[in-house]
């Protein structure tokens, strides 16, 4: 009987595996090495990409984290503002942009997962490869000082004697203010006409001018307009300390504590250790005391979620949109 491994026949084996071993761990050694990210990542500006006109949270929170940035990597972030589309047109074009780790890109829930739903943006949720959540800023309604309404039980009133009779402002279409002032009014029994705007900075000119009778925004734009704004509610479990006179959508009988997340993503191309890095990045600057002490004296509230943490807060967030979407008619 022949042998295939015969004395012809085993040294052509032995070559022909030696040649494949040699092979593959040529390529498992080249992987790791053009996918780490360098040892002295970042020595270069960043460009970070705000999905919303100037001025707005996103932006604000951008220059904050700029300049805990530079003090800690010595390095600047090229703030670039790409509005459209409350946010749509700087998410669907996110994974076009270089994968080298110096292009990021700001992002908000619930955008992220409510536009997809309604069906007219060129991206989907899971297209977006958020690396950190970072804070969010907590629902209000915001009223100017000369507003009839004097309290939030005014406003409502207002609107139950005529649907669509009160405006309410806000950021975009199909965003957080968006699902906010649904959830309003599902829970209030009233029908506003909601006004969107381009970012939060852009409606402020018509909230103070009184050309809108109330905006669905947040306390960071309460804080900033404090002395020519009144506010009527917030979203928060307890009562905010800059305004102790306003009551929680929760004492109001509204199970509301909520707002706008907003994190960092980067595009798909990046490798995986950049990513982390990235991650690392926004943990630290979160640490850093004068960055902290500007974003609470700026109304917003600092979480951290980071990379590997993401699928599973993605996946809780989807859940409390699901709901809010069918009160906006996203889905039946």
Known sequence: MNNPLSRYALPQLLRTLLTGTIAALGVAA??????QAPANYPDKPIRYIIPFAPGGESDIAARFQSQAFKKKYGQDFIVESKPGGGGALAWSQ????????????????????LQPLEGNVQYKTDDIHNVYFYHYTPDAIVVRNESPFKTYQDFIKAAKAKADAVSIAGSGLNSANHAANARLE???????????????????????????DAAMSYVTLALAQKGRT??????????????????TFKELGIEWVDGAYRGVAVPASTPAPIRKRISDIFAEINKDPEFR??????????IDVPVERI??????????YTEVAKQMGLIK
């Open 30 to 35: 080249a992987v790791p090495a053009a996918a």
């Open 94 to 113: 996110a994974n076009g942009f270089p994968g080298d780790g110096y292009t990021w890109i700001s992002t908000n829930l619930p955008h992220l997962v």
């Open 186 to 212: 599902g829970a209030a029994g009233i029908k506003l006409n909601y006004v969107p705007f381009k970012g939060t900075g852009d409606l402020v000119a018509s909230l103070l001018g009184g050309h809108v």
């Open 230 to 247: 009144r506010v009527l509610a917030i979203a928060t479990e307890k009562r905010h300390p800059a305004f102790p006179d306003t009551p």
């Open 293 to 302: 002490q500007r974003m609470i004296d700026g109304g917003f509230e600092i």
């Open 311 to 320: 699928p599973a807060f993605m996946a809780d967030r989807k859940k409390v």
